[in-house]
């Protein structure tokens, strides 16, 4: 009996460090983003005729989720077609570390480094299997405003970004 007592208190007092140690909110530095945002604006490959994104906790608050969904009408190059995708932004257990995993329709999958900035959240890839890296950064313009900005590198030159696509967000509801 002295044995389960024991054991118990063991675990009970593991439980407490553990949820002593993780911060009351994860996701502050996160905040400005959090809610439900429409986009305009693009660039290369065509501007999105509408746009929607949701930024939220997810699996009772350990990840943070990205959802989006985009329309791109019709041009003589290419039939109208929608974009979706989800990301999911997560802290490495065994250091603490910020990194996303993003997935798409396009059968797309990138893998993430984030770096939190003054006004700003970063997304660097490392390089693809073809030698590609992308880099996403969420700029804070104003309280309920943010620009997306989606750039690669192409092989051989990891650090020479260029802009693919680039959004402006407002936010519609939080």
Request: aromatic share 12%.
């Amino acid at each position: 009996m002295r044995l389960k007592t024991a054991l118990a208190a063991f675990l009970l007092a593991i439980i407490s460090s553990a949820n002593a140690q993780q911060p009351s909110n994860p996701w502050k530095d996160f905040d400005f983003l959090l809610g439900e945002w429409t986009w305009s604006g693009g660039g290369h490959p065509g501007q999105a005729t509408t746009g929607r994104c949701t930024f939220e906790p997810d699996l009772n608050g350990t990840v943070l989720k990205r959802t989006v969904h985009l329309e791109y009408p019709a041009s003589q190059q290419r039939a109208a077609f929608s974009h979706d995708d989800v990301l999911y932004i997560y802290r490495e257990p065994s250091d603490g570390s910020l990194h996303a995993i993003f997935f798409d329709n396009e059968v797309h999958v990138i893998r993430y480094t984030v770096t939190v900035l003054q006004d700003s959240i970063q997304f660097l890839s490392d390089a693809a299997p073809s030698g590609t890296r992308a880099r996403m950064t969420y700029t804070r313009l104003g309280p309920d405003s943010v620009t997306e900005k989606f750039e690669l590198a192409p092989p051989g030159k990891p650090e020479e970004f260029t802009k693919y696509v680039e959004f402006v967000a407002k936010r519609i509801g939080k």
